[in-house]
């Protein structure tokens, strides 16, 4: 068992350390993954002009030519000739506008300079596949000498920007004839980018390698660019979805920037490939378009995180300045937009910083999807960080990432777009689930309704003709007696005429009465409409009943026997039992013989009071019973002495016992006689439940009533209020949050009104009270001596039930 417990705590404490670190797991995970993207190649420094390769072995491996070339400012240098004495040295992979001359001045942007470095080369005996040059885009136009001869032209150089004109293409430079060493010498002009130079690094090595080296990097940028193309098209697709996910319209849009920055600052230049150098500038000028989207539609999503208000002005700022950005990017001339565009870049950076505060902040007051904005927002500006070391230091002979640091950004967020379109379509399904369960539900209950409705129909019908049955036979048996009276009216005593009279006074007197009580129980139908039930005696009941239906009786000679040992009282509503008893035992005269006897009895069985009425007469067949029991429309039978009736008399009685959870059980022989058992609980249990929540109500008084309670139901307060005036039940249970009069006023006008022999318990309930404990609140609301307990609602209706009978006990 210890075992167990220390397994399941060691196995919770894990779980919640994944879920902690859940997000650096992942980008840790990408950050491995992405590392190939730091393509390193043997570190080998040239220095003074010269690389010294003739130990490589270049047929396994190329060689980034990094390290201090010979410079020449403002010279185009003759390749052919040796070096001249103005020489000095500088690094490349960096441009030369950040490096400073002999006299401790920058190197403007805008010039021209010759670079030169000597190649030493193994010595013969290698693979006889000639070696080549992988040329970047070197900023902004150039040509390249091996060995004195031209051997690659990109763009056009010149000593002024009217001459010059550049190119930002890539080149695979085969050389052919080089032997034992190659002599570079690289031709460069620049007056058009802040970045000039050899800013990029060359490449070196036999033909064949430096191909499987451009056609992974060609691949590479071919396959990102798809990919961001179909990122930015599913983000647009997710809004298009679901119109709430407007982050994903966003990333739609910054997914898109990406692709336009891979087509164009990649090293493959992909874009700038296609076309001719007339496409330069306008191409150019399309890869700021990239960066802008990138720059405002990124920056809104970070700054939204937040939810201040101080940033939702960030956030009209950011639009202004990506709108600026924008024109200048779109119609600033040739000459001066590289250098805008360059402190444009440069002041972005601000809002790089201000959406890692928002980040920031939202990741402190936990705002959705916080943790994992910031660790991507902060792995993207570590990568940043990294690759401004690498482009300073080319020397360290790793390559910058260059986009891949803003993919360690993006990629997490599809991520969380995608898991929110997830819990999206999850809950969709929920919701879809659940709507189909209430349709089905729903017909479930509408067909109910309907079978309710059909027998509300019937049972309507069968009400019309059971006031037909009933008034006619008291009313018949008047008219008889007015007959044998008209008919010896000369030769009938003053005292039979007396005993006549009263006869058909008692009998119009009980037709009256029976109209009242017919109308009583035309509240009663196939629903189950409220009971107004009482504790009443069953046998002053019957004899009632019986007084009204002697006149019917005497007619046929018939004399009524009634047997009540035990004087039973119950809980049920005294009316339509009532009817039970009179339909019954008319039903019994109905069709027992002439001169014959009825007899009533009242017994216990067990928890039943039992109510039977034995006659003698025709009798009925098993077939008889389940058609007269069943719900179909049958033929009424004539009674022994020709009378007619509804047959739908036993069917309502049916109806009543069943909403008083009571029995009939019928048996009976051709020829012979019927007996009718009517079974009543003789429970004196009885609950008020006072609850608005028909559901609520319903459940517990159904578990209840399992339970031998009779309950009596109500809807408020008032209502509950004008059963105590007809009832006093061994408890009252109220809900506490009721329309109108709610609980609590319920127990105190009830105290106010009952007899100081009437102190009936109550329980008090509520969906706010507590599970356990809920003393506090009637000792608060100074109920402590008139309630006996507080419970919660949010207990199963069992349970409830089983809390209510141990307080009683």
């Not at 089905?440 to 006031?467: D, P």
Request: hydrophobic content about 45%; glycine content about 6%; overall charge neutral.
């Amino acid at each position: 068992m210890i075992f167990k417990v220390s397994f399941a705590s060691i196995q919770k404490s894990f779980s919640a350390s994944v879920n902690f670190c859940r997000y650096p797991l992942i980008f840790a995970l990408i950050l491995l993954t992405s590392s190939c993207r730091f393509a390193v190649s043997p570190t080998l420094l040239a220095k003074d002009g010269v690389l010294d390769g003739s130990h490589l072995d270049f047929s396994k491996e190329t060689v980034n030519l990094i390290g201090k070339w010979e410079f020449y400012w403002n010279d185009f240098i003759n390749p052919n000739e040796v070096s001249p004495p103005n020489v000095s040295f500088l690094p490349v992979g960096v441009p030369w506008f950040s490096q400073v001359n002999e006299d401790g001045e920058d190197y403007p942007s805008f010039g021209y300079a010759s670079y030169r470095l000597k190649i030493i080369l193994p010595e013969t005996g290698q693979s006889d596949d000639p070696y080549a040059l992988l040329v970047p885009v070197l900023h902004s136009a150039y040509k390249i000498y091996a060995n004195g001869k031209l051997v690659a032209e990109n763009g056009k150089i010149g000593t002024s920007n009217d001459a010059h004109k550049p190119s930002f293409h890539t080149k695979i430079i085969p050389l052919l004839d080089v032997q034992k060493q190659v002599d570079l010498v690289i031709h460069i002009s620049n007056f058009s980018h802040k970045y000039a130079g050899i800013h990029g690094i060359i490449r070196f090595g036999k033909l064949q390698n430096i191909m499987q080296v451009w056609n992974v990097y060609h691949s590479t940028s071919w396959i990102i660019m798809v990919f961001m193309g179909l990122l930015s098209v599913y983000h647009a697709l997710v809004y298009l979805m679901n119109r709430a996910e407007k982050n994903a319209l966003k990333m739609s849009f910054v997914y898109l920037g990406i692709l336009i920055l891979t087509s164009t600052l990649t090293e493959t230049r992909v874009l700038f490939n296609l076309y001719s150098d007339d496409f330069c500038m306008p191409l150019f000028r399309f890869s700021r378009i990239g960066f802008i989207l990138v720059l405002y539609f990124g920056g809104n999503l970070l700054f939204s995180l937040s939810q201040l208000r101080i940033f939702r002005k960030m956030q009209i700022f950011l639009k202004l300045y990506s709108l600026t950005f924008l024109l200048v990017a779109l119609f600033t001339p040739n000459n001066h937009l590289a250098l805008v565009s360059f402190y444009f870049e440069f002041l972005s950076v601000v809002f790089v910083l201000l959406g890692l505060i928002s980040v920031s902040i939202s990741l402190y007051f936990q705002r959705k999807e916080s943790k994992l904005y910031f660790f991507s927002l902060l792995l993207a500006v570590i990568g940043g960080v990294i690759d401004v070391i690498l482009i300073t230091n080319p020397s360290i002979g790793y390559r910058p990432m260059g986009l891949f640091s803003l993919y360690f950004f993006i990629f997490p967020q599809t991520l969380g777009v995608t898991f929110g379109l997830v819990r999206v379509y999850k809950r969709s399904e929920s919701i879809s689930k659940e709507l189909y369960k209430r349709k089905e539900a729903l017909e479930k209950k509408v067909k109910a309704r309907t079978a309710e409705l059909e027998k509300a129909n019937r049972w309507k019908a069968n009400f019309v003709s059971l006031i037909s049955h009933d008034l006619r036979s008291p009313l018949n048996s008047v008219n008889q007696i007015l007959d044998v009276i008209d008919f010896s009216f000369s030769e009938t005593s003053e005292e039979e005429k007396k005993k006549f009279l009263e006869i058909c006074k008692t009998g119009v007197t009980q037709s009256i009465k029976m109209l009242e009580q017919l109308l009583d129980v035309s509240r009663f139908d196939a629903f189950g409409t409220k009971l107004m039930q009482t504790k009443f005696s069953v046998n002053e009941l019957l004899n009632e009943i019986i007084e009204s239906v002697e006149p019917l009786a005497t007619l046929k000679g018939i004399r009524i026997q009634k047997e009540t040992p035990i004087d039973g009282e119950i809980i049920a509503d005294r009316t339509l039992i009532g009817e039970v008893f009179k339909n019954i035992l008319t039903n019994s005269i109905k069709y027992s013989y002439l001169n014959s006897e009825v007899w009533v009895g009242v017994t216990y069985k067990g928890k039943w009071l039992s109510v039977e009425i034995r006659d003698r007469g025709l009798g009925m067949s098993e077939e008889q019973i389940h058609k007269l029991t069943g719900e179909e429309n049958i033929k009424s039978t004539p009674g022994t002495a020709g009378e007619r009736g509804t047959g739908l008399g036993l069917q309502l009685c049916m109806n009543i016992l069943e909403a008083h959870f009571g029995k009939l059980r019928i048996k009976s022989v051709l020829g012979v006689g019927s007996s009718f058992e009517i079974s009543l609980s003789k429970s004196t249990k009885s609950v008020l439940l006072v609850d608005d929540s028909g559901n609520f109500r319903s459940d517990l008084a159904e578990v209840m009533r399992r339970n031998q309670w009779i309950v009596i139901e109500a809807g408020n307060g008032e209502e509950a209020l004008s059963h105590l005036a007809r009832i006093t039940p061994s408890l009252i249970i109220t809900d506490l949050h009721m329309p109108g009069m709610n609980g609590i006023s319920l127990i105190h006008e009830w105290e106010g009104r009952r007899n100081q022999n009437q102190k009936i318990p109550i329980i008090l309930i509520s969906s706010d009270a507590p599970l356990s404990g809920g003393n506090a609140f009637l000792e608060e609301e100074g109920l402590e001596s008139i309630v006996s307990a507080y419970l919660s609602k949010m207990y199963k209706a069992e349970d409830l039930c089983q809390q209510i009978e141990m307080i009683l006990v």
